[in-house]
């Protein structure tokens, strides 16, 4: 019995690691998929238009404009939400980068990527992973974070799509 509470264990944490591996691997990797575009977005406060891909739902909204999107089906949790913090110390980056749930560093266009991944929770009974994509600008105190919660393990498509979401914005903080 012990044989196999023991085995039971080792192979699901050998799953959880192969997924988390996998998501830091197609994140990576995803530097010229091909993405269509579907609708676009206006952030007024920042005078930035965001491109979502195709399938992806969404909206600006509250007093800094956090990005609320969606990947449908609506049968499915898939939600991707981006905003900004004030960094009054300017060590959240450095903070983050010692966070044991750490899976990886990438960068997009010479901009750090800092790539966490969270326990798993249930909700209605669906099996959610999360994680948070966490980067900074540089001569500039505000840190960006994109949180994404899915009820089933990102594909690599779901994944450079999401890379293209993070990457407009990094283009646009440049300007």
């Known amino acids: 019995m012990k044989m196999k509470i023991y085995l039971l264990l080792f192979l699901t944490y050998f799953t959880c690691n192969a997924q ?7 994140f990576k990797e995803c530097n010229c998929y091909n993405i269509k575009d579907s609708i676009t977005l206006s952030d007024k406060h920042r005078n930035f238009t965001l491109r979502l891909p195709e399938k992806w739902k969404g909206k600006f909204e509250g007093d800094n404009n956090s990005l609320n999107i969606y990947k449908t089906p609506d049968s499915s949790i898939f939600k991707l939400q981006g905003n ?10 450095k903070n983050e980068k010692k966070n044991p749930n750490i899976i990886g560093i990438d960068y997009i266009e010479s901009q750090e990527i800092v790539i966490l991944n969270h326990p798993k929770g249930f909700y209605k009974e669906k099996l959610l992973h999360k994680y948070t994509l966490h980067f900074e600008t540089k001569n500039n105190p505000w840190v960006w974070m994109f949180y994404l919660v899915a009820d089933r393990v990102p594909t690599k498509k779901d994944i450079c799509e999401i890379k293209y979401i993070i990457k407009q914005y990094i283009q646009e903080l440049k300007n």
């Not at 988390?20 to 197609?26: G, L, P, Y």
């Open 20 to 26: 988390v591996d996998s998501f830091f691997k197609d």
């Open 84 to 93: 900004s913090a004030y960094d009054v110390q300017g060590n959240r980056i």
